[in-house]
């Protein structure tokens, strides 16, 4: 059994939770004010879970048949055989059914968007049939997180966490068009749609650029809308200087070595926003804040 657990921890990579996760504790922080109650805060981490667990799987569930003819996805799990498909759905329904209980032990509101916003994480596997612009639905998905969060808190939306929503998407828009770069000849030869099966690699690395500095931007804007203060700009301080190392100036252009770099960039800037947005809640002045 804890074999077989493992294997679907493999089959969703539960290793890139730690992409959204931060930007959502981030909102949850801000939400609170500080700390929520312990069981709101297990309520998120659950929500967070189940709803990656069941997009992934349906990702995984949905492209078997792709990712079976692409060499670097050829021995993932259900091509394989690891993990049947009928389990695979299986476990998508029994995630999408927990992430609904979940949030309807959260709030009335959490409740009543759990189901569209669960559908809608699944669909976005199947854009890259007919659209590049995939990558930034990939990105709007794991942007809705921050605004899940903030939900789950405070039981209605407000700006604030669209706000750092946008900020995510944007960065993660970036990263997946980098990621999506190793796989040109295969998206090609399957019909799949995506920038650098589109653009090719050199101006796909150039439009993840525009994504980043559009990110950046943005969360420059949203450290002086909201008043976020020197935590805010410290981190993105750092990030500024993490995204010209990845773009400007990283000796290598190994595909692979460029995705192993943004993935540790992935979870470098994500970690950035939560400890700047958290060192401003836990020693900054909340009580001029408006979301």
């Not at 890259?128 to 605004?147: D, E, N, T, Y």
């Amino acid at each position: 059994m804890p074999s077989k657990i493992a294997e679907y921890g493999k089959l969703v990579r539960l290793s890139h939770t730690l992409f959204a996760l931060p930007f959502a504790l981030a909102s949850m922080f801000v939400a609170s004010g500080g700390l929520p109650d312990i069981e709101i805060f297990l309520l998120i981490l659950a929500c967070m879970f189940t709803a990656r667990n069941g997009a992934m799987a349906f990702n995984r569930l949905v492209d078997a048949k792709f990712d079976a003819l692409n060499p670097r996805t050829a021995a993932r799990h259900i091509p394989v055989g690891k993990i049947s498909k009928r389990n695979a759905l299986l476990f998508i329904i029994a995630n999408g059914l927990a992430f609904v209980f979940f949030a309807w032990l959260l709030n009335p509101f959490a409740f009543y968007c759990s189901l569209p916003l669960f559908l809608f994480l699944l669909s976005y596997s199947l854009w890259k049939r007919f659209s590049c612009l995939s990558h930034f639905m990939l990105g709007i998905a794991i942007g809705l997180s921050p605004l899940g969060a903030w939900i789950a808190v405070e039981g209605h939306p407000t700006l604030f966490p669209v706000a750092l929503g946008i900020i995510l998407a944007l960065w993660m828009a970036g990263f997946d068009i980098i990621y999506a770069s190793q796989d040109i000849e295969a998206d090609k030869k399957l019909g799949l749609h995506s920038i650098p099966a589109k653009f090719g690699v050199q101006k796909s690395m150039f439009i993840a650029l525009l994504c980043h500095i559009a990110m950046l931007g943005f969360a420059i804007f949203t450290g002086f809308w909201w008043d976020l203060g020197l935590p805010w700009q410290a981190a993105l301080s750092v990030i500024a200087l993490v995204l010209l190392y990845i773009h400007l100036f990283r000796k290598s252009n190994d595909l692979d070595a460029v995705n192993r770099d943004f993935f540790l960039a992935n979870i470098a800037v994500s970690f950035l926003v939560m400890l700047g947005l958290g060192a401003w809640v836990f020693i900054g002045d909340l009580n001029a804040f408006v979301p």
